[in-house]
T-cell receptor, first 111, second 114 residues
Framework: QKEVEQDPGPLSVPEGAIVSLNCTYS??????FMWYRQYSRKGPELLMY????GNKEDGRFTAQVDKSSKYISLFIRDSQPSDSATYLC???????????FGKGTRLHILP | ETGVTQSPTHLIKTRGQQVTLRCSSQ?????VSWYQQALGQGPQFIFQ???????GRGNFPPRFSGLQFPNYSSELNVNALELDDSALYLC?????????????FGPGTRLTVL
């Protein structure tokens, strides 16, 4: 079993829809949870960062962590064509530890 | 755009050759991490350099090696290239210790091994 599982998609949704992306993980030692966005031919860009369980909101983006279920989610409200990218979940045991990434989900927002 | 730069952008090599990839960290960052991202996969941690010393390594063989220089720029060297080494190689820089919320990725070097 991989440490981090993420459905690679692709996921296509109409503009304005709410997008739900998620990952599961197996290592209960993970404490730091991140979501990155990666456009084609670019490096990953950190979108959201959460420590331990709970919710975090930043504009149209909401990250949720449920450590009891080992499940994390990213919600995008009022999705825009510019949100079309690959979204990578990532996690780490300590703040200065290596980051373990999921495979990434390819998201297409249809105008 | 982050302040992390990588060179070259693209590279084509043949099996058995050696390659050196370069990374310039963002100003004020003394920690550099290298990742390998195969097509359709997430990045995989190769190793991290902090103040010119290796500071953690992932599951990569010794033919993957690195250096960090006094100006905190870094090199990734891969010897005896294999076809499976074809990937996007990313470096990420961060302030002291490499905190996960302050790592900034460069655009990557795409390596093709024929």
């Amino acid at each position: 079993q991989k440490e981090v599982e993420q459905d690679p998609g692709p996921l296509s949704v109409p503009e304005g829809a709410i997008v739900s992306l998620n990952c599961t993980y197996s290592n209960s030692a993970f404490q730091y949870f991140m979501w990155y966005r990666q456009y084609s031919r670019k490096g990953p860009e950190l979108l959201m960062y959460t420590y331990s369980s709970g919710n975090k909101e930043d504009g149209r983006f909401t990250a949720q962590v449920d450590k009891s279920s080992k499940y994390i989610s990213l919600f995008i409200r009022d999705s825009q064509p510019s949100d079309s990218a690959t979204y990578l979940c990532a996690m780490s045991r300590r703040v200065d530890d290596k980051i373990i990434f999921g495979k990434g989900t390819r998201l297409h927002i249809l105008p | 755009e982050t302040g992390v730069t990588q060179s070259p952008t693209h590279l084509i090599k043949t099996r058995g050759q050696q390659v050196t990839l370069r990374c310039s960290s963002q100003s004020g960052h003394n920690t550099v991490s290298w990742y390998q991202q195969a097509l359709g996969q997430g990045p995989q941690f190769i190793f991290q350099y902090y103040r010119e010393e290796e500071n953690g390594r992932g599951n990569f063989p010794p033919r993957f090696s690195g250096l960090q220089f006094p100006n905190y720029s870094s090199e990734l060297n891969v010897n005896a290239l294999e076809l499976d080494d074809s990937a996007l190689y990313l470096c990420a820089s961060s302030p002291s210790g490499g905190a996960v919320d302050t790592q900034y990725f460069g655009p990557g070097t795409r390596l093709t091994v024929l």
